[in-house]
């Protein structure tokens, strides 16, 4: 197929379907991935990315993005950003740096500044209220139902695969903690000889396993994204049960360098893909027996 796009939670079908007209018309896979996280990125809707993103144990909304190009593997990625609209394109234009293609907090601040992204509140009333609500009662930090990370992994026309991704992290997260997100490797990958990955769940789990690496590692050894998405997902759930007694939730979407696409996870995990001659749709992945099925919602 000619193009692909795949995103995480149902909060990406929208940006999909942006993505895949993109794709469609011969938009490039930077412009489509980046469409998908700024659709996540500027609805208040959506509690766990951009604007209305989860506050941290402080009521602040610190946000984490990444990007990263298959054909050169150049990638940007912010983290602990405060008060700007898209981590995700400061990203992107960090992948163009020689160095400095990481930065966090006031650094990535500057950096965005300086380069003219515009600036903007992210904390909501509805944020704040959820945070009021919740700030006493919540005890350990989980990757839960409704705090989700948006990914994008998409093939365009030229064979090119990239993936961007865009969260607010934990909710209730220490001041200066990071997860997976824009952690090459472990949040994201791609690679337009292989395909791309992209990883949602508990970024303390998945660093353990580098498991958007893992993935198309697998699928460079010749593995289906299908294959290479569960392999990666299960061979570290089982790892950390055998070591931990315990795995916390993580899910890994995936796409080769054809556009077929993967998914890994252990908890019920919704996405949405689409690709030529296919209309986008949401579909459910879920766990049985060490194993992710697909089925239509
Ligand atoms: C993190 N992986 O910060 C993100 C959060 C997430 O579903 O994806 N939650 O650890």
Redesign the pocket.
Known sequence: MKWAVIG??KMAYDGVCKAAEILEKGGIAAEAVLAGCSDGEDNPNYH?VGLGGRPDRNGRVFL?GAFMDGDTLRFGAVAGLEGFRSPSRIAYALKDEDANNFLAGPGAAIYARAHGFEERDNVTAEGLAIWQKEKDRLRSLS??DG???I?FTAKDRHGTVCTAVS????FM?EYG?????PVAGC?FYADSLIGGAA??????E?MKGSLSFLACHLMEEGKSPMEAANEAVWRLDRRLRQKTGSCR???LICLDKEGNYGVGTNILFPFAYACEGQKPVLLIAEPADGKTIIRNV
Do not use: N
């Open positions: 995480t939670w766990s984490d990757a839960y705090h989700d990370t990914c969260t607010s992290g934990l997260k903690r990071v997860g997976d997100s949040g990883a949602t769940g508990m970024g303390e998945i939730p993580m899910s």
